[in-house]
């Protein structure tokens, strides 16, 4: 790990001088560097989790599921990287007799190189140093240049040695992992993306720092591709039939997701729609009560926790927002003290900073008058990661302009659900269109986020010593492909 | 069609009021839109290639042959569509006894909504109003807004008439597709670009105008995807058993693909990397002898002829630059002389302006001593849509490093055969690291083109009602789906 004035040009070299073994070395290699880490990591776990603790404050319950999540992602993206057939591989035969004749086409994707990853300062485990971005990454054949989240220096130090030591048990080079430490610094950062070397970046956090490091990618000689997560205020819809049956267990529910983790998920139900009417007021009341009785606890960092009390202050200084309810006690420090506010849907459609992510354990209520102002709803947001809504079966086919719209501005639609709690899957979708990320096109969380760091390669009438294994005509992988337009197993005959 | 000092705001409202209903639409719609379409285009087969001949004076028998390519493509589309496995659905089903309880997701892949494609100058129909790019766009469920190219605005407006009337036989909203012509005005297609209503723009044409609009896309408030297939040198290796075994013939096949269609591919071979020695003399001498036998032809438009000669002349200019031969005749308005010239490796690797591509009937062939020179070539090359290989299958291990190299480079690698002719089929790439192209994760030919314009939506625990037939437990459409991590055409049990 190294802390300068620049970046040591020598990290970036380096992750660059190991891509060409490890994009050459059989996925089978891969696949064990990935297990490797995911032992190790259980290995060292009480290690891990404590650090973590001391840093975060996420306490040890949480932390020692992120690690299980983290060690679990791993083994997933290795059995991704076994199976072999994400690398979508497709072969057209030659057809002499054809004219022109026709030449023999095989394409796969391929890695594009080092990757930079930003560790996530509210997943210290599962979104940083061998997190999800890494995983995918080394999965996809990419090294990894790692940049320590600067809240969580000793937690990635500690995973950081676990990797590097992976990488040598596997005969892997030195530099496809290193981990840099940039504290923050937002220069060092942009040097990083604008690096002649990077091929890609991974980012978890702010929109203004994700904006700073897509503009700084988009402006190089040579663009390279950002993936930014950054937030949003996963809107959730409630319906009439819904408030009328369960309203008071609803409010609940939702005061939980709300300040699970202290808020500090970029999926947590920043924004609740529901319409006025019967259950709404037991709705808002149960709500209310849940978050009061929540006690206020520490945040990621001190800043972090006083940018959230600038959003609370904001909130409740704001026309028309009402305070429902907030945790007692202490505001100092870190402390992030749980809070849910009100305000009718005319005013929250007039106040742009009302549609602004806050970041931590605090939600609005917005209270509409019928369906149809959930709509004007909807129309009125900007992109996000989720939007979830409750609604009973007989009313559901009331909301269908609502859900039509939902579905052009958001990466999952979940119904009946609360959006913290990220599955880990090959279905899963956590992205969505801007601001929620720079590239709706991807995902950050479950199989697919392999391919944030692949493109495809055609290799045309290649001899088969010089295709990869994937395309050569015996298919000694198995792997699904597409021959000739039909998805088989098979060789070739 | 309309050409005024500004973009109407009506063409992307309209394109924007369409989708809705577009995307909606059952596949089989999609699919019959494309079909309709290429069949008017054959029904209007003499009238559509006498207007391109006018235009482009390219010449009947290659314009018979791109709108054959045109209805092809279509109709590839069109089966792409009617097969539906495209949309890479997932399905990660529900497990109640798992604690906590893993919730039912569903993704597949889903259009993007409006997109304005730049029609080619050098594809007058297979890359223009009913081209690929149209054709990739309209199968993914986008509307298009085309800009007609201004040096074919009459082809622009025949086939423009035949897609607008093929939406109307569909029942297809008007707004789905309309034809701007902004007659090159670079403000006017920086305002399509940067309207908050476009969502993705695909463009074919020169580094200048692809990296404008380019910019312009990531500047927005809302950055969006822009696919903007540039051009490139397309270098050509000849290794020293090759050049020996086949010299001449190798040199007469080169200098055909480099002056077919008047130099107007953008995979024209414009490099050539081949190493003194036996076969080396006859190779040059084939390929000088066969450029010289080329009669001048009238190049697209006159600043395109233009450009060319400044591109010869800058050649011819250079130091080390010897000219080897040059067709006979005039210089004069449209007409593109067919040229070759020569340079030592030393020369070409100290004179950026030699790397560049010079748009028309040229060609340069530098002069190595060694495969290792070769190698040395590559390493000081950006980004390429191909690179062709020509060994003998002795010699073809030498070549491993090269190669190695030209992997990280192109996005199509050939061995043996000439990079222009480019077949349409689910295995092609054509695509490149830039400046080949400004997103190396695509292709614009090939069924693949259609993953441009789409992006990824889950669905999480959504009644049957809610999702899209894809999704269903019936499988209705038979398509192929990643059931918990196992690919089937099978319905859910």
Known sequence: MQFRGRIDERVLQAAEASFAAYRAAPAETRARLLEEIAEAMLAKRDEIVDVADQETKLGLPRLEGELGRTVNQLRLFAGVVRDGSWVDARIDTRDA??????????????PLGPVVVFAASNFPLAFSTAGGDTASALAAGCPVVLVVHPASPGTGAAVGVIVESAVERCGLPKGLFSCVLTNGDHELNLDLVKHPLTRAVAFTG?????????????????????????????????????????????????????TQGVGQFCTKPGLVFAVDGAGFEAFTAALAARVGEKAPAPMLYDA??????EGVAGLAATTGVVKLSAAPGDEDGRAGRPAAFQVSLD??????????????????????????????AADALEGQLTASVHATTAELPSAAPLVAKL???????????????????????????????????????????????????????????????????????GIWRLVDGKLTRDALA
Chains 1, 2 share one sequence.
């Open 347 to 376: 005013d929250f459609l007039r106040t742009p900073a009302l549609h602004e992510e806050v970041f931590g354990p605090a939600t609005l209520v917005v209270r509409a008058s019928s369906v149809d102002d959930l709509s004007r």
């Open 407 to 477: 579905e052009r501005k958001v990466g999952r639609l979940l119904f009946g659900g609360v959006p913290t709690g990220v599955e880990v899957g090959a279905a899963m979708n956590h992205g969505g269109p801007y601001p929620a990320t720079t590239d709706a096109r991807t995902t950050s969380v479950g199989t697919a986020a392999i391919m944030r760091f692949v493109r495809p390669l055609a290799w045309q009438d290649a001899p088969q010593a010089a295709l990869p294994v994937e395309l050569r005509d015996g298919n000694q992988r």
């Open 206 to 258: 702010s929109l203004r720092g994700g904006r700073a490091l897509f503009d700084a990618a988009a402006s190089r000689p040579d663009p390279i591709p950002v993936y930014a997560e950054m937030g949003s205020t996963n809107p959730v819809f409630v319906l009439p039939g819904a408030l009328a049956e369960r309203g008071a267990a609803l409010g609940a529910t939702l005061a939980d997701s709300a």
């Open 97 to 110: 007799a054809r004219t022109p004749p026709k030449p023999d086409v095989r394409r796969m994707l391929v």
């Open 304 to 309: 972090l926790a006083a940018r959230f009390r």
